[in-house]
């Protein structure tokens, strides 16, 4: 987890937002805060700020925590975002969860603000590490798709010229003149095949060794 963490507060009560910020100077970490009211400010704070996290009300005069959310989801996707509310029930919190709400925090119970967020913060890093490690494995996998189906064709080229001189040796009669020439083609279409599969061979090893 960054030593450095910007929090976006969407808070419309300003002894909250105290009490909020007070828990906060609580934490190890070093913060960041900017602390909006409104929709158009939420936004702008999305794309100017860039938060790690966000702490929001469940209920504003003119917009809420569940909008917010949504607009978020939209916006920036990857940031968590917990709800820190005094109105919100059990029930509505676990809804809140299962809708892709990060965790939620009741305002008389702040105390566990801080544990609650840096799990979140911790789960959301392991979360960007994972989707980092699943796009180089699609990445490596295409290429060896994409290996497999070009180089599928180039060996099909010699295997053929292998069999179709194999229909041509001349087995009753091994002293015959046109069996040299026969070894002959037989060998360079057996070494191209051997190129071609050593080819194959470095280019997945490159792939799988992709950092």
Do not use: W
Not at 64 to 89: E, H, M, Y
Not at 130 to 137: C, H, P, Q, R
């Amino acid at each position: 987890m960054s030593d450095l963490v910007k929090i976006l507060i969407l808070e419309d009560n300003k002894s909250d937002v105290a009490l909020l910020k007070r828990e906060l100077k609580l934490s190890k970490l070093e913060l960041i805060t900017e602390v909006v009211d409104n929709r158009t400010a939420f936004e702008n704070s999305l794309d100017q700020f860039c938060p790690d996290i966000i702490l929001s009300d469940y209920s504003l005069p003119s917009f809420d925590g569940v909008t917010a959310f949504k607009l978020k989801q939209t916006l920036a996707p990857d940031i968590p975002f917990i709800i820190v509310s005094g109105t919100i029930g059990e029930e509505s919190a676990v809804e809140l969860i299962k809708s892709g709400i990060s965790d939620y925090v009741i305002k008389d119970k702040l105390f566990t603000l801080i544990p609650k967020m840096i799990r979140t913060l911790k789960d959301t890093e392991n979360m960007k590490a994972k989707k980092i490690v699943d796009e180089k494995i699609k990445i490596q996998h295409q290429k060896l798709f994409e290996i497999a189906f070009l180089q599928s064709h180039q060996v099909r080229v010699p295997v053929a010229q292998i069999l179709g001189l194999y229909s041509l040796f001349k087995f009753d009669d091994p002293s015959d003149p046109s069996n040299k020439e026969i070894f002959s083609m037989l060998k360079t279409a057996v070494e191209s095949l051997d190129k071609i599969i050593h080819d194959i061979t470095e280019k997945t090893e490159e792939i799988k060794n992709m950092e």
